[in-house]
């Protein structure tokens, strides 16, 4: 398994609108597109013109405010999306950053035990459900990662030592085990081996999200 999911580039969006009618508190109207919106103005360009036009959003009439309202909703919307598309998943080796970046993105973090080495489950569960693009694209948009890998013995003891109460907190019993934790540190529940199917092992990851 590849422990980097890889992201995509951001790549720009245009978010003028069509145009319409726009009407002042004073009953003025304009047709005009909606460019975008600043500092509480609204850039209005007017049909068969390039020049942008400022006018104050509270002096437009309330129908208008309220478009504009929910044109603010849907760019948010759309750069969120764009956001959570761009994101690059990695898999965290230090527990700390992890939680950092489960703050930062307030998904839950799924702590992974694994020997991929010379565990045939472990190898299953990478197959069958991190490695699919599926699950990535789930990933994406849900989770942080960590990962204690005990394929190399030493590399396994090293970490028990350095993070014997990180064991404490979530043991382990054998490969693969994972737990979903909140941001907060809160043991949300444990996935059992690797036998589950794609669709199993995120609908267990779902269940637990109700526990946040």
Wanted: charged share 30%; glycine share 8%; with cysteine.
């Amino acid at each position: 398994m590849k422990y980097l999911f890889v992201g995509f580039t951001i790549v720009g969006l245009a978010f003028s609108s069509s145009a319409r009618t726009w009407t002042s508190s004073d009953g003025k109207t304009v047709e005009a597109d909606l460019v975008r919106v600043h500092d509480g103005k609204a850039y209005l360009r007017p049909d068969g013109r390039t020049k942008l036009y400022p006018f104050e959003i509270s002096k437009l009439s309330e129908t208008d405010q309220s478009f504009i309202e929910a044109y603010n909703k849907e760019i948010e919307q759309r750069l969120e999306e764009q956001r959570l598309e761009a994101r690059s998943v990695r898999w965290h080796t230090d527990f700390d950053d992890a939680v950092a970046e489960a703050n930062e993105t307030g998904f839950p973090i799924l702590f992974l035990y694994t020997a991929p080495s010379w565990c045939g489950w472990c190898v299953k569960l990478e197959a069958n459900v991190l490695d699919q693009p599926e699950f990535k694209q789930y990933a994406k948009r849900n989770l942080v990662f960590y990962i204690a890998d005990f394929s190399d013995s030493h590399d396994g003891d090293r970490w028990k030592k350095k993070n014997s109460d990180l064991l404490k907190k979530y043991p382990m019993k054998g490969f693969p085990t994972s737990y979903i934790i909140a941001p907060d540190g809160r043991k949300l529940g444990k996935i059992g081996g690797g036998g589950d199917t794609m669709d199993e092992f995120i609908g267990k990851i779902e269940n637990l999200k109700k526990k946040m």
